[in-house]
């Protein structure tokens, strides 16, 4: 039972360039989220899904992109990478809306962008 | 003035020490309140999880809320070096169908053998 697995766990990107993270979760959680993480900033809301074909923008959106096509997976995606975007990613689940029940998370994508 | 407060520390102190982690919190409809631990190169992981005002036990752990005062703490007993990490408190509402979760800055601390 892994839990919540993140991939890749550490890329270095050039400005301008795309890519894609994956979370995926074997708990069967509805609710999936991305946060990213910055010295001094704390964890904030990037995107969340609270289902299967749905997404919302959360506190920081701009930038990014998310698909839910799968229940299990929930992918972030970068456009064109901006150094503001050097970050440490997290994504988590919950059974239910975060606001009542406990979040789970994933170990994180370490990402910088030159 | 921020919605959740968390001194950012670093706090160190000796193995068997009693930690007192605290947050402070300006808006009184947060129902809901957590603390995660969180170690090095790893995701949080919840620790603590209250929803009413009082103390909630857990082992070493205890977590207390003040909502009159606005005002979380994180109790750790017999501190051990296994307990350094970074611990964020996070505090939740639902209200007129809007949700929100807020999660503190993290306060490291370090439990020296």
């Known amino acids: 039972n892994a839990g919540v697995t993140q991939t890749p766990k550490f890329r270095v990107l050039k400005t301008g360039q795309s890519m894609t993270l994956l979370c995926a979760q074997d708990m069967n959680h509805e609710y999936m989220y991305w946060y990213r993480q910055d010295p001094g900033m704390g964890l904030r809301l990037i995107h969340y899904s609270v289902g299967e074909g749905t997404t919302a923008k959360g506190e920081v959106p701009d930038g990014y992109n998310v698909s839910r096509l799968k229940k299990q997976n929930f992918l972030l995606g970068l456009e064109s990478a901006a150094p503001s975007q050097t970050s440490v990613y997290f994504c988590a689940t919950s059974t239910q809306t975060q606001v009542s029940q406990p979040q789970h998370f994933g170990d994180g994508t370490r990402l910088s962008i030159l | 003035q921020k919605e959740v407060e968390q001194d950012p520390g670093p706090l160190s102190v000796p193995e068997g020490a009693i930690v007192s982690l605290n947050c402070t919190y300006s808006n009184s409809a947060f129902q809901y309140f957590m603390w995660y631990r969180q170690y090095s190169r790893k995701g949080p992981e919840l620790l603590m999880y209250t929803y009413s005002s009082g103390n909630k036990e857990d082992g070493r752990f205890t977590a207390q809320v003040d909502k009159s005062s606005k005002y979380i703490s994180l109790f750790i007993r017999d501190s051990q070096p296994s307990d350094s990490a970074t611990y964020l408190c996070?505090?939740?509402?639902?209200?007129?169908?809007?949700?929100?979760?807020?999660f503190g800055k993290g306060m490291k601390l370090t439990v020296n053998p």
């Open positions: 996070a505090m939740s509402l639902s209200q007129g169908g809007s949700e929100k979760l807020v």
